[in-house]
Structures are given as structure tokens and as C-alpha cells.
């Protein structure tokens, strides 16, 4: 059986972590991995998250199973987090999962089973998963235009042109904010606008947040899923919990079932569960226990709030400190997109060519299609970075 098996192809993130790891020069800088990273480089627990876990040891008094879907106080706290109160809980139906990648998953296998024709639209260029895991399960999609290179912003008619073409019943994913691997959002006008298309086309969001709080701050990033929510028959909502609340390793992800029927939530709930089952039973607790910990505290969220306000507003900063020193040195307004563009990435626009030699030259480690992390700069490296661009050519 075993002698069967084909070579998969490597995960050029994780070559490129490899990479880095491997490099011995002292000054070389990794922009590729997407994680945060602050100013020293590391990847900490966040106050509010360390504090509930240290509560948690103290009362936590079993080790046995959730249910199938997960713990209800995940399921309406985190919930209550993406759509506030744009519908009622008894239009909700979720399913707990391992990280957002579990609740896009389970998301597609669910669509799968009630409408196996649909056609999945991903943006282009979208996470690399999106469309990897749909290969994987056979299922049909397409791309519709996002990025403009040449603006570096979103190419909102080519996207409406390209979702023209989708039939009833198909599946569009979208980023809720802070777009991976671009950074260029949609406006508010814009949500508004697509809410509308989507609506009058008969098509079915499937919307993935990874990022809330990272962009504009908790409220204005789940404008997007929020505004759907309550003008779309039926969604599709994939929450993770690694960035904001800093639980990578912990793996707490929700998918959600938003219907204006409340009558199909119970339907839509057992499903959920039952697709669990198959793929992992009982999803884990200890991530999603701790997010609700900190959810459901008063003094803990303000400070988990803070905390993320901190994160978020050292990022802009970052982009901002990297657009005035390339505008310094070039004289142009040229990469003024940075300092717009939100949350952890943006495409730098460079050529596979110009970025292996940042690499080689620089030690600047960012993936071959010139996604680089924002967070994985601070205030000594951005010089560094923005000779590296303007020595490449870029």
C-alpha cells in the first residue's frame, strides 16, 4: 500500500521557515511565516489569555469530553464576538473545530454534502489552504479577480464581472477583513455593494475572519460578516481565534450557520455535530475554554481588548514607518499602499527574481509571490527592508 503513495508538494511556507532556520548570517529577517511577532521577535501569550489559564488550572475539576460541537459558551461568546447583534442566537448554528483551518474545512464539507455541484469562488490570490483543501476534496471552484497589481488595491469591478458569472446556489469565499495574502480590503460601500449582488445572484457567502481586531479594531473588522449576516438568506462563517487571542497552538476555531429561518437551526446544528463526528469526534476544549474565559470577564477583556488595541496600532505603525522610508527614498508616492493596507500582510509587488535577491543580499526572508508580514518587522529592520526593496529594483 504504503510503496503507492505519491510525493505531495511541499508547503512552501514551511520551506521557507526551513530556509531561514538554516541561514547562519546574524542579521536576517523572516517576514514570510504568518504569525505575529512583536518587537523583539517573539510570539507571546497575551496577558489576558495567561491570566484565564491560570484560573483555569485552579477551578477546572474534569478532563471529559464537550459535546460533539463544543462547549455552548464558545459557541455564544466567540459568535456574539464576529456578528454582536445582528441576528438572534437561534439563528446560529456552530460547530467548534481545530483552528479556523477545521471550521473551513467542516465548512466545505457541509456544503459538499447539501449542494455538491456548487462551485467554490475564491478570491485571487487567496490563503493558500482555501483552494488546496477543495482540490483535496473534489469539489468544483473558481477564481474571480481581487488584487490590482498595478494599484495595489482591490479590483472591485473585475471581481463583480467575474461573480457575474456564478450560478444560483454557488459558494463565494470571503475574507471578513484584513485580506490574506494582500492586505487590501473591501470599503464599507463595498460590503454593501456585494451583500446586494450576492443576494440578487442567489449566491451563498462563506466568509473567513482570521484577523478581527488586527485591521480597524473588533467592531469595524466584522463590519463585512456583520452586514451579510443580515441581509443574506443563509451563510457561512469561519472564525479563528490564533491571531486575536494569540492560541496558534491551541487550535480553537468556530464555523458558524447564519440562516434567517430559525426554524432550519436545528437541522443546520445536528449536521454540524454529525460532520464533527466523523472527522475528529470531540473537538478540543482548551483553546476555545480559554477565549471564553476571557470573553465573559469584564476585567479580562478590557485588558485582552487593550492588549490587542496594542498590536493592532504597532502594526500600522510598522507600515507606516516602512511607506515614509521607501517614499524617502525614492521620491514617490509609489508604495504609499502599505500604510493602507490592513492587518499582518501585504503584496509587495516584487518578481520572484527581486525577492531572491533581497533574500540572498539582505537575508529578508519573505514567500516567492512578495506576501511579506508586516509583524515581522520593527523599528531597526524597516531600513533594512526598504534598502533591500529599492536595491532589488522593485
Not at 57 to 80: C, R
Not at 97 to 104: F, H, N, S, Y
Not at 155 to 175: E, Q, R, W
Amino acid at each position: 500500500m504504503f510503496d503507492q503513495l505519491k510525493p505531495q508538494p511541499a508547503d512552501k511556507i514551511l520551506a521557507l521557515m526551513a530556509a531561514f532556520r538554516a541561514d547562519p548570517r546574524d542579521q536576517k529577517i523572516d517576514l514570510g511565516v504568518g504569525v505575529y511577532k512583536d518587537a523583539e521577535g517573539r510570539t507571546p501569550v497575551m496577558r489576558a489569555v495567561k491570566a484565564a489559564e491560570q484560573k483555569l488550572w485552579q477551578v477546572e475539576d474534569t478532563k471529559s469530553y464537550t459535546g460533539l460541537a463544543g462547549d455552548a459558551g464558545f459557541h455564544s461568546a466567540l459568535s456574539q464576538l464576529v456578528l454582536g447583534d445582528t441576528v438572534s442566537a437561534d439563528q446560529i448554528a456552530c460547530a467548534a473545530t481545530p483552528g479556523g483551518t477545521g471550521a473551513i474545512r467542516q465548512g466545505l464539507e457541509l456544503i459538499r454534502m447539501a449542494a455538491p455541484e456548487a462551485r467554490i469562488w475564491l478570491s485571487a490570490p487567496t490563503w493558500p489552504n482555501h483552494p488546496s483543501i477543495i482540490k483535496y476534496l473534489g469539489m468544483p471552484m473558481a477564481e474571480y479577480r481581487y488584487f490590482d497589481d498595478a494599484t495595489r488595491g482591490v479590483d472591485f469591478n473585475g471581481m463583480l464581472t467575474d461573480l457575474d458569472k456564478a450560478k444560483p446556489g454557488d459558494v463565494v469565499l470571503l475574507h471578513g477583513c484584513c485580506h490574506n495574502p494582500t492586505g487590501a480590503n473591501l470599503t464599507y460601500a463595498q460590503w454593501q455593494e456585494v451583500a446586494d449582488f450576492l443576494r440578487a445572484k442567489q449566491l451563498i457567502p462563506f466568509v473567513d475572519i482570521a484577523y478581527q481586531g488586527f485591521g480597524d479594531g473588533l467592531e469595524a473588522d466584522a463590519f463585512g460578516p456583520r452586514h451579510l449576516a443580515k441581509t443574506q438568506p443563509e451563510m457561512l462563517i469561519a472564525a479563528s481565534c490564533s491571531k486575536n487571542f494569540g492560541v496558534y497552538r491551541e487550535r480553537a476555531g468556530l464555523l458558524m450557520c447564519v440562516s434567517q429561518d430559525a426554524a432550519k437551526t436545528a437541522l443546520n446544528q445536528a449536521t454540524v455535530a454529525f460532520l464533527n463526528r466523523q472527522n475528529y469526534s470531540f473537538p478540543p476544549d482548551h483553546g476555545a475554554r480559554l477565549v471564553t474565559m476571557v470573553l465573559q470577564d469584564d476585567l479580562l477583556r478590557a485588558d485582552w481588548q487593550t492588549e490587542l488595541e496594542g498590536i493592532r496600532n504597532g502594526m500600522l505603525s510598522l507600515r507606516q514607518q516602512l511607506a515614509d522610508a521607501l517614499r524617502k527614498r525614492i521620491n514617490s508616492d509609489r508604495f504609499d499602499f502599505l500604510a493602507q493596507h490592513r492587518g499582518m500582510f501585504s503584496r509587495l509587488g516584487a518578481t520572484e527574481a527581486q525577492v531572491e535577491q533581497m533574500r540572498e543580499s539582505h537575508g529578508i526572508y519573505m514567500v516567492s509571490d512578495s506576501r511579506l508580514n508586516i509583524a515581522g518587522l520593527n523599528a531597526d529592520s524597516v531600513p533594512i527592508l526598504a534598502d533591500a526593496i529599492v536595491e532589488a529594483g522593485v
